[in-house]
């Protein structure tokens, strides 16, 4: 990873001018991110190696009851303007939930204190600029391609009419945004990597409490809404507005594995294998009262289910097992087969929803065949989903899918893995009985996206 670091450090500053940090391309991006930017119309007007300067307009939306800038938009704006100059030093390297990139060659900023004196009332448009010396701007440069997490305290001047009208202190950290994710033990990963991680499983949660128009649409989280919460409603409304299909995709998958759950006779245990925020454990637990439900997840997952399970009305505790683990190192089978409430030898169904995607194949192929060994019961079964490895290398033309896996870039969560032919990829792996069926062979319609998502259920 250190190489791909010093790799991206060897473009000129002039091409990291042109693709990636100009003051146009940037005023685009983080307007599209943070929408308080575009309504305020703030801009990027100079980028220079280890310097920023911007403009926040004196309009009205900017301004308060004095006719002056609010106050917190100028430190908003001291956030972005130094953020900038910060980025100008990371050569090459794309901003995680900026650029449209992946964890493993993006860099993640995050602002961890600021100080800020107000001199004078801002009358004029407000030019902030941030210019960092060259002494500090080596050793930076030098952390983080070394592959250290960076602390910058950086300063930013605000100038209207000519005259210094506050000045910033700002605290950033900034970190390969690989060293964040779980393959990584690094203790440091947590509180951004936690609240990435909680922002999709909340965004899914969030379109889950949502009702389909179609016709064979006819299942409903009734706790989805309240586990999703405000942040899980705006990031579905978000998404959804990239891809429309979104809801009807999560809904049928939800339906798909509802009726799957029904179909298995005697059916004694569930695994919800990467469980995010699904409360299928608590809306099934009056309809299959011999279930245990085993909850897997990241611990950072993990206490957030139980956080919010707490907040329903009743959590069938007694029920559920909770269980945390990394799929990308632990042995999942090993982990279920040393509980003592686990038994291979019942009927089982193994729920690997929305997951399979984040996993590269070879993460995905160890995680399968770690299933199979808890699969002793002739009518046990895996139930997963795929997307095709179009959807995953861009190659697609469809341009909502385009967009979409964009927005998943931004949240964190890029899809990495895809399978043309899930029921192949699964007969490989030693499944023997394997049906797929598309999104859009389940609900009767002919849609280029939804024929690009598919459901597996495999036996033995
Ligand atoms: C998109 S969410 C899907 C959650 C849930 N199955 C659903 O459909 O609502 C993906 C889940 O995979 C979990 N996950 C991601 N990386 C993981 C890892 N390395 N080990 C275990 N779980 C992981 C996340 O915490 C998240 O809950």
Redesign the pocket.
């Known amino acids: 990873m250190t190489q791909q670091i010093l790799q991206s450090s060897e473009i000129t500053w002039d091409e990291d001018y042109r693709t990636r940090i100009n003051p146009q391309l940037m005023t685009s991006l983080l307007r599209t991110s943070i929408p308080v930017l575009e309504q305020s119309d703030w801009t990027v007007t100079r980028v220079e190696d280890g310097c920023c300067e911007t403009l926040l307009p004196l309009n009205k939306a900017t301004t308060n009851q004095h006719g002056t800038h609010q106050a917190a938009l100028v430190s908003l704006s001291a956030d972005y303007t130094g953020g900038m100059a910060l980025a100008t030093l990371l050569r090459g390297v794309p901003l995680a939930g900026i650029h449209a990139c992946h964890d493993d060659v993006s860099a993640s900023l995050w602002l961890a204190g600021m100080n800020v004196r107000y001199k004078s009332p801002s009358t004029g448009h407000l030019t902030g600029i941030c210019e960092i010396d060259l002494v500090q701007a080596e050793e930076i440069r030098k952390r983080y391609f070394r592959g250290s997490r960076v602390l910058a305290t950086l300063q930013v001047r605000f100038y209207s009419n000519g005259e210094l009208t506050a000045e910033a202190e700002m605290k950033y950290f900034a970190q390969p945004t690989i060293q964040l994710s ?2 990584n033990s690094n203790p440091s990963r947590s509180t951004l990597f936690s609240h990435k ?1 909680k922002a ?2 909340r965004m ?2 969030g379109i ?1 409490a949502r009702k389909s128009s179609h016709p064979k649409l006819k299942n409903h989280c009734p706790h989805a809404n309240l586990v999703a919460g405000p942040h899980g409603e705006l990031l579905a409304d978000h998404l959804q507005e990239i891809l429309p299909q979104l809801k009807d995709m999560v809904l049928t998958r939800s339906q798909h594995i509802d009726e799957l759950l029904q179909q298995v006779p005697d059916l004694k245990q569930v695994v ?1 294998a ?5 409360m299928r454990s608590i809306t099934h637990a009056d309809t299959l009262p011999d279930v245990t439900f085993f909850e ?3 611990p950072e ?1 993990i206490a957030e289910r139980e956080r919010v399970t707490k907040l329903l009305p009743q959590d069938y505790r007694e029920r559920r097992v909770l269980l945390s ?4 190192v632990d042995d999942l089978a090993q982990i279920l087969r040393q509980h003592p409430n686990f038994d291979t030898t019942l009927p089982t169904v193994i ?1 690997f ?3 399979s995607m ?1 996993f590269s194949e070879a993460e995905n192929q160890r995680i399968f065949r770690s299933f199979l060994e808890l699969m002793d019961h002739p009518l046990s079964c895996v139930w997963a989903d795929f997307v095709t490895q179009a959807v995953v290398t861009g190659r697609t033309n469809n341009l909502y899918i385009k967009n979409f896996l964009q927005g998943m870039d931004s949240l964190g ?1 890029s899809f990495v893995f895809g399978a043309d032919d899930p029921t192949d990829w699964l007969k490989q792996l030693g499944f023997n009985f394997v049906e797929t069926i598309s999104a859009g062979e389940y609900l009767n319609e002919i849609d280029s996206v939804l024929s690009a998502y598919s459901f597996s259920v495999a036996r033995r």
């Open positions: 779980p393959a991680l999709s499983a899914i949660a889950r919800l990467g469980a995010g925020l699904d897997i997840d990241l997952m683990a990394n799929f990308k729920i929803e929305g997951c984040y969560e």
